[in-house]
């Protein structure tokens, strides 16, 4: 058996390659994006947010996204309840940080009405770091040697932008998700509702939204996050009956 000085060894004989100096691990080793932590992002999100907490939560939803959606950025599902636990705080404190990440311009976010359905998050790209990426590569060029390049949230994704006919579209697709909030429940919207407005246009079907806000103006729904449910509810019907 190796005594504990052995293993020590060995584990630091795993960062060495074959010839060379001791090496960093690489940046896509991590879960999280290094980039982000060295851009200086930590400093201002906490600073626009006003609390010393919204940067946990950011680097939490970021986590979660990464594991729901390798591919590229999407939407993040979690009960605000599950949220708040795994970063240590109440339900109070996670809508003040919430708030503060919307704030920076880092986070879109729709929160339910209740605290047992799942909160919808989305990371907003590009994230806005007081150091853009490149220049963080070259101060760190040793941690991004043979990282993808640009990295991950460095870029709009196509929800963010889009091109030619397909930007009209889009357009117009979230002026229509508007005009239905306004014949629906109010003609008054704040900077909060049109984020969340936002969010549905760019993940769900219009045909969907349309059908879901006409059946809450025969119900009388009074919110938004009325509408919100019903449209997650049908989407996982269908995909119960397609299972």
């Known amino acids: 058996m190796l005594r504990r000085g052995g293993r020590r060894v060995c584990r ?3 960062l060495i390659p ?3 100096p001791l090496m960093h691990p690489s940046s896509h080793d991590a879960q999280f994006p290094l980039w982000l932590e060295l851009s200086g992002l930590p400093g201002r999100v906490n600073e626009v947010a006003k609390v010393p907490y919204a940067w946990p939560v950011f680097r939490k939803i970021v986590e979660m996204d990464m594991a729901a959606n390798p591919l590229r950025p999407g939407l993040v599902e979690v009960t605000p309840d599950e949220l708040a636990e ?14 503060g990440l919307r704030k920076a311009a880092v986070l879109r976010a729709f929160l339910p009405d209740h605290e047992e359905e799942p909160a919808l998050f989305q990371v907003l790209t590009p994230v806005p770091t007081p150091r853009p990426p490149d220049e963080v590569r070259s101060l760190h060029p040793d941690l991004f040697l043979e990282a993808p390049w640009p990295p991950r949230y460095a870029v709009e994704t196509p929800e963010e932008a889009e091109s030619g006919g397909e930007e009209r579209r889009g357009e117009e697709k979230i002026k229509r998700v508007v005009e239905l909030y306004l014949n629906t429940f109010s003609m008054r919207l704040n900077s909060l509702i049109l984020d969340q ?8 079907d219009l045909r969907l939204i349309e059908r879901v806000f006409e ?6 729904a009074r919110s938004l996050g009325w509408v919100m449910t019903e449209i997650r509810r049908e989407i996982r019907n269908k995909e119960k009956i397609k299972n």
Do not use: I, P
Not at 87 to 93: H, Q, R, Y
Not at 215 to 220: G, L, V
């Open 12 to 14: 630091l004989l795993r």
């Open 18 to 20: 074959g010839s060379g």
């Open 86 to 99: 795994r970063c240590g705080l109440d339900a109070k404190k996670l809508g003040r940080a919430v708030k």
């Open 197 to 204: 407005l936002q969010l549905m246009a760019n993940h769900y």
């Open 215 to 220: 059946r809450a103006r025969k119900r009388e």
